[in-house]
């Protein structure tokens, strides 16, 4: 008998599928606690370490340069592990991982060596997570209901963007910065608790009687399937610039610096404005799908790529005051764009790949997508040291438009009208 539930009752509602709503409710508590985390981590660099723009920008990198080292034979192992076990022991990893940072505040042990390490282990360790999410969900839901899973799962992603920052720059200002680390921590556990209660299954997986083959042989299958395909291709492509000088990347290694620094912001004067802006993300998700049914699903993701990036001009135009709102308004923009370009890319990727093959194809897929994350976080921090940090926004911000031109000039993206499922 199949494992999975009847179809159409997956399309009736996704909020009475048990095993997602789990899924759903563990990414949205992991989420929130790690945006609380990404506002709190470059704070405490600079008002606990007196860190310098370089010193915040190798944070940044730290954290994602895992994605480039270890992504590929992740995902060999993804393909090869239970991938539900690995969402709960990678949980558990980090929890323990991020705990001796607020610990070592405690023993007056903590510096930025140690904040480097620690983002090392916490980016492996999230490596193997996200690939094994991805990989994992449409072993949970119906290939006609990805689309939708992936959008609630955005609106996860958008919820914790919302409220992660402003929580974390309120915490921020009544609590001693390292100790805010602790809310991440008590996150990653109840994501482990809530993912162990999922009882599906991957219905299709490597047969335990056949022969192991090499790693780099499986790793080379995932790679050709990837950048031999021409979609997949130009998603890679499009992702890797957008990620290289966006969120995540260059932008991150300059943003806080530039928040607390040139307008002045103190931490939750910046967390709420954060807060403001990341309403965007939970916009974006909520209209996805009137926007392809009304442009079709190519131009959708061309023109929420660009949106992706390019109000980085209006960060750089922002002045002290008032004028800083603009980075409360260019950052939903940001995430709007992120938010949509996310649901539809990741869908369309796990639609067409064979589920053998999801694990080798998200890892090859973050291999070259948030590889240049940690090369965008360094370059930024050193550049904005060197030439400032208001010019190098300018810079990205002058960048914007190129980051659609792989899915421009790709023809099966740009004329592409529905999704998964015939589904616009």
Same mark, same amino acid.
């Given at each position: 008998?199949?494992?999975?539930?009847?179809? %159409? =009752?997956?399309?009736?509602?996704?909020?009475?599928?048990?095993?997602?709503?789990?899924?759903?409710?563990?990414?949205?508590?992991?989420?929130?606690?790690?945006?609380?985390?990404?506002?709190?981590?470059?704070?405490?660099?600079?008002?606990?370490?007196?860190?310098?723009?370089?010193?915040?920008? $190798?944070?940044?990198?730290?954290?994602?340069?895992?994605?480039?080292?270890?992504?590929?034979?992740?995902?060999?192992?993804?393909?090869?592990?239970?991938?539900?076990?690995?969402?709960?022991?990678?949980?558990?990893?980090?929890?323990?991982?991020?705990?001796?940072?607020?610990?070592?505040?405690?023993?007056?042990?903590?510096?930025? /060596?140690?904040?480097?390490?620690?983002?090392?282990?916490?980016?492996?360790?999230?490596?193997?997570?996200?690939?094994?999410?991805? =990989?994992?969900?449409?072993?949970?839901?119906?290939?006609?209901?990805?689309?939708?899973?992936? %959008?609630?799962?955005?609106?996860?992603?958008?919820?914790?963007?919302?409220?992660?920052?402003?929580?974390?720059?309120?915490?921020?200002?009544? $609590?001693?910065?390292?100790?805010?680390?602790?809310?991440?921590?008590?996150?990653?556990?109840?994501?482990?608790?809530?993912?162990?209660? @999922?009882?599906?299954?991957?219905?299709?997986?490597?047969?335990?009687?056949?022969?192991?083959?090499?790693?780099?042989?499986?790793?080379?299958?995932?790679?050709?399937?990837?950048?031999?395909?021409?979609?997949?291709?130009?998603?890679?492509?499009?992702?890797?610039?957008?990620?290289?000088?966006?969120? /995540?990347?260059?932008?991150?290694?300059?943003?806080?610096?530039? =928040?607390?620094?040139?307008?002045?912001? %103190?931490?939750?004067?910046?967390?709420?404005?954060? %807060?403001?802006?990341?309403?965007?993300?939970?916009?974006?998700?909520?209209?996805?799908?009137?926007?392809?049914?009304?442009?079709?699903?190519?131009?959708?993701?061309?023109?929420?790529?660009?949106?992706?990036?390019?109000?980085?001009?209006?960060?750089?135009?922002?002045?002290?005051?008032?004028?800083?709102?603009?980075?409360?308004?260019?950052?939903?923009?940001?995430?709007?764009?992120?938010?949509?370009?996310? @649901?539809?890319?990741?869908?369309?990727?796990?639609?067409?790949?064979?589920?053998?093959?999801?694990?080798?194809?998200?890892?090859?897929?973050?291999?070259?997508?948030?590889?240049?994350?940690?090369?965008?976080?360094?370059?930024?921090?050193?550049?904005?040291?060197?030439?400032?940090?208001?010019?190098?926004?300018?810079?990205? /911000?002058?960048?914007?438009?190129?980051?659609?031109?792989?899915?421009?000039?790709?023809?099966?993206?740009?004329?592409?009208?529905?999704?998964?499922?015939?589904?616009?």
């Amino acid at each position: 008998m199949d494992s999975k539930a009847t179809p %159409t =009752a997956h399309r009736r509602s996704l909020w009475r599928h048990r095993d997602f709503t789990l899924l759903w409710a563990a990414q949205t508590v992991s989420q929130i606690g790690s945006q609380i985390t990404f506002f709190a981590i470059p704070v405490i660099a600079l008002t606990v370490l007196d860190a310098s723009t370089t010193q915040v920008g $190798l944070l940044a990198a730290a954290e994602t340069l895992p994605f480039l080292l270890v992504s590929l034979p992740a995902g060999v192992w993804v393909d090869r592990w239970d991938r539900r076990r690995i969402l709960i022991f990678t949980d558990v990893g980090r929890m323990v991982v991020l705990a001796t940072l607020p610990l070592a505040y405690l023993f007056d042990l903590l510096s930025i /060596g140690l904040m480097l390490v620690v983002g090392l282990l916490v980016g492996v360790q999230t490596v193997f997570f996200d690939i094994a999410d991805q =990989a994992f969900l449409p072993s949970v839901v119906e290939t006609e209901d990805i689309p939708a899973g992936n %959008t609630r799962l955005e609106v996860s992603r958008s919820i914790a963007y919302l409220g992660g920052p402003g929580l974390g720059g309120l915490l921020v200002q009544v $609590l001693i910065a390292p100790l805010v680390l602790l809310f991440n921590v008590a996150g990653y556990l109840v994501s482990a608790v809530l993912v162990s209660m @999922i009882t599906r299954r991957p219905a299709a997986g490597p047969d335990p009687a056949a022969p192991r083959r090499r790693m780099v042989t499986e790793i080379g299958e995932g790679l050709r399937f990837v950048f031999g395909n021409r979609t997949l291709r130009a998603i890679a492509l499009c992702t890797a610039l957008m990620n290289l000088i966006g969120l /995540g990347g260059a932008l991150t290694a300059l943003l806080v610096v530039f =928040a607390l620094g040139d307008l002045g912001l %103190t931490p939750g004067a910046l967390g709420l404005i954060l %807060t403001l802006g990341n309403a965007g993300a939970l916009l974006g998700a909520m209209v996805n799908a009137r926007v392809v049914r009304t442009l079709g699903l190519g131009p959708t993701l061309v023109g929420a790529a660009v949106l992706a990036v390019l109000p980085i001009l209006l960060i750089a135009s922002a002045g002290a005051g008032a004028g800083s709102l603009l980075v409360s308004v260019a950052i939903g923009l940001m995430l709007a764009g992120i938010s949509v370009y996310n @649901i539809n890319q990741i869908s369309l990727r796990q639609a067409i790949t064979p589920t053998e093959l999801q694990g080798r194809m998200n890892a090859s897929m973050r291999f070259a997508v948030w590889g240049t994350l940690p090369l965008g976080a360094a370059v930024g921090g050193v550049l904005g040291d060197v030439f400032g940090v208001r010019p190098m926004l300018w810079v990205l /911000g002058s960048l914007a438009a190129l980051v659609c031109l792989p899915l421009l000039l790709t023809r099966e993206i740009r004329t592409l009208r529905t999704g998964p499922g015939g589904k616009g």
